[in-house]
T-cell receptor, first 115, second 118 residues
Framework: DTGVSQNPRHKITKRGQNVTFRCDPI?????LYWYRQTLGQGPEFLTY????????KSRLLSDRFSAERPKGSFSTLEIQRTEQGDSAMYLC?????????????FGDGTRLSIL | AQTVTQSQPEMSVQEAETVTLSCTYD???????LFWYKQPPSRQMILVIR??????QNATENRFSVNFQKAAKSFSLKISDSQLGDTAMYFC???????????????FGKGTKLTVNP
């Protein structure tokens, strides 16, 4: 169990640029989640995959955001035309399907700063 | 909609003492799960303790225990014998099933910043 891995750890970009983050879940976990955490707040759910299928998207996920999990393993989260309000920590979590109390394991997150 | 409220933005405790963090939630669901997560400064979020709503017995994990009051929709965390390493943000979180095989997204509170003083 190597844990959930997220890259990069930090991303600084100018407003209007596109950014992409990557998440590698724990290998035997088929569920993958993206959350966004702003300063002083708890994480907010963005989207969820079971294997390669994106089963739920939050209304927080505007059309500038897109997430993929092409082979049911790693996932990418892309933000197009970034805005100041996109500055946040983006957290990825994974869990194993089965009993409903399987905990979600979180990565270290990618901190996005928009200049 | 489900909401989670943590009414204590910050708390502090002396090393070796006991502290209780409060959490209330609002839901119409009957089958759900509650969690406390710990997020140390600049480190990843880790699970501290979890409670199934259908279980009346309060969960315990070593120095961590919960007081789950389902009727009052309250889920407090007690940390006994506080240690310096307990300094962190603590998040209360709620999870329910969206149908069989459905999403199990977590709904988090805003967190309580706990500082353990030597």
């Amino acid at each position: 169990d190597t844990g959930v891995s997220q890259n990069p750890r930090h991303k600084i970009t100018k407003r209007g640029q596109n950014v992409t983050f990557r998440c590698d879940p724990i290998s035997e976990h088929n569920r993958l989640y993206w959350y966004r955490q702003t300063l002083g707040q708890g994480p907010e759910f963005l989207t969820y995959f079971q294997n390669e299928a994106q089963l739920e998207k939050s209304r927080l996920l505007s059309d500038r955001f897109s997430a993929e999990r092409p082979k049911g393993s790693f996932s990418t989260l892309e933000i197009q035309r970034t805005e100041q309000g996109d500055s946040a920590m983006y957290l990825c979590a994974s869990s194993r399907a089965g009993a409903s109390n399987q905990p979600q394991h979180f990565g270290d997150g990618t901190r996005l700063s928009i200049l | 909609a489900q909401t989670v409220t943590q009414s204590q933005p910050e708390m502090s405790v002396q090393e070796a003492e006991t502290v209780t963090l409060s959490c209330t939630y609002d839901t119409s669901e009957n089958n759900y799960y509650l969690f406390w997560y710990k997020q140390p400064p600049s480190r990843q979020m880790i699970l501290v303790i979890r409670q199934e709503a259908y279980k009346q017995q309060n969960a315990t994990e070593n120095r961590f225990s919960v007081n789950f009051q389902k009727a009052a929709k309250s889920f407090s965390l007690k940390i006994s014998d506080s240690q310096l390493g307990d300094t962190a943000m603590y998040f209360c979180a709620f999870m329910f099933l969206l149908g069989q095989g459905g999403s199990e997204k977590l709904v988090f509170g805003k967190g309580t910043k706990l500082t353990v003083n030597p």
